[in-house]
């Protein structure tokens, strides 16, 4: 996108002292977003959330050290969405893994500022000729995100067409943790998962979820509360969901780490993805007219 691009956006969408758009490494534009209560970005390319820092805090949301930031490459780390397929295509083996919101260029629907203090920013999807080769349905993809002393994200699909059809999606946070090896994940206890890393066995978590190997589970439930507890950073993350009933808790580990370019050395430590999905069974078929919502909320606790 050009500086008059970027120019453009400022003069449409910025808020003084609150939002600013700039051009990033690799051209990428992206939102910041400052108020009393957090800072954060936003890149436009998949709405892709890169950072929420609350006042006086670190860092919630990670990205990796070895991040690529090129258009068409969804930046590794942050809230990627994915849409409106998770994980790999269920025939397509050349369509993208999870879907392609995340790698097109979204566009900005709105920016306010709240009077309770936060900053929302609303950006769009829409289907084009590229996207409808890979998937064939008339829709409408909305993601809102609200910046304050929590995280709310919010990701809309409607049906604009006169055909229902299927979604699986996930928000695929990575969260940025002291150490993945020292924290673990609350309430998910007694859930059934799916161990993707055993080849889809089935298997019911006992306790919590702690991390000693590549872990890739999506664990089927109820939509409840879940928390990363973090005594490392004398912190919790408290991870709210709507609109949703399966949870995927990733972390490569080591060895799939080096295969990944844009991980870093030893970058799979620091991070840990705790992702709000309709995944598995838990599938969403939108009706015409219809609309779904998924949408996540963050807040940091104390031990
Ligand atoms: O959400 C976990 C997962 O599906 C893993 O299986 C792994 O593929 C991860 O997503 C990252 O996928 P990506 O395409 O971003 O490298």
Known sequence: MSTEAVAEL????????????KQTEGGLIVAEVGNAQATARIALQGAQVLDWTPAGGQPVIWVSPGAIYTAGKSVRGGVPV???????HATEAESPAHGFARTQCWEMVQAQQ????????????????????????DAE???????GRRLQIDLLTRNTGDEAFTVTQ???????????????????????????????????QSGPVTFSAETDRIYLDQGGECVIHDPGLQRRIVIRREGSR?????????EKSVAMADMGEGAYR?????????AAEDAVVVEPGGEHRLQVSYRLASL
């Open 270 to 278: 620091g991070m840990l993805c705790v992702e709000a999905t309709n």
């Open 141 to 147: 993809l909305l993601l809102l995100v609200n910046v």
């Open 246 to 254: 399966s949870t995927v808790v990733w972390n490569p580990w080591m």
């Open 114 to 137: 709240l009077s309770d203090g936060s900053t929302t920013l609303s950006l769009r999807l829409l289907q084009d000729a590229n996207t409808r080769l890979l998937w064939p349905h």
């Open 170 to 204: 996930a928000l695929h946070t990575y969260f940025a943790v002291s150490d993945v090896r020292e924290v673990s994940v609350q309430g998910l206890e007694d859930l059934p998962y799916i161990d993707k890393v055993d080849d889809g066995a089935r298997r019911v």
């Open 82 to 88: 994915c849409w409106p397929w998770f994980g790999p």
């Open 10 to 21: 400022n003069a449409c969408f910025g808020i003084r002292e609150r939002v600013t758009f």
